[in-house]
């Protein structure tokens, strides 16, 4: 009986020793002060879902409505966009989106401010059609006051006539 422990307790001790980490030659070679790098987070194999909706966020936030000068109609090769943002909407009813209407340079400030709102409102409409609930939606217009590119030519307007989406997460 007292071999079979002996033998148990070596076997458990070889098997610690197998399992142990192997260390990297080139991190033994090189000098402890050489070796300046942060502790690295372990990875994890499945992303968490608060990860996921970050990253989803992150995603749809960067896709906008682009509009032609002085018009308010969403395009139709915007369709799929408007379609992506409110699948998302409607799979989340605690998130919340500010439409941000904007404008170019182009126009008085009032004119300005009221393009911006009717192209959030277009946009609004859309995403209502789509089923996406009023009460998650939310419009602001601001005119030629947050532009994308501030040149003054066309390849700048173009980019700031454009609704940004922007999420207001909820717990």
């Known amino acids: 009986m007292e071999k079979l422990a002996v033998a148990v307790s070596v076997l458990l001790m070889l098997s610690a020793c197998a399992s142990s980490p192997k260390t990297n030659p080139a991190q033994v070679s090189q000098p402890a002060a050489a070796v300046n790098t942060p502790q690295a987070k372990p990875l994890s194999l499945a992303e968490t879902d608060s990860e996921k909706l970050a990253r989803q966020l992150q995603e749809l936030q960067k896709k906008s409505i682009y509009f032609d000068f ?4 969403v395009k ?7 379609q992506q943002q409110a699948d998302f909407i409607k799979g ?3 998130e919340t989106v500010t439409l941000q209407g904007n404008a170019d340079e182009r126009g ?3 004119f ?3 393009l911006g709102e009717r192209r959030s409102g277009s946009v609004r409409k859309a995403l209502e059609i789509l089923g996406v609930s009023g009460k998650q939606i939310k419009t602001l217009s601001l005119g030629e006051e947050k532009p994308r590119l501030s040149c003054h030519e066309e390849k700048c307007w173009k980019e700031n006539r454009r609704v940004d989406f922007v999420y207001n997460q909820h717990p």
């Open 70 to 73: 002085d018009k308010d109609a």
């Open 112 to 114: 300005n401010l009221a």
């Open 92 to 94: 989340h009813g605690n």
């Open 76 to 82: 139709p090769e915007y369709r799929d966009v408007v």
């Open 108 to 110: 008085s400030d009032e």
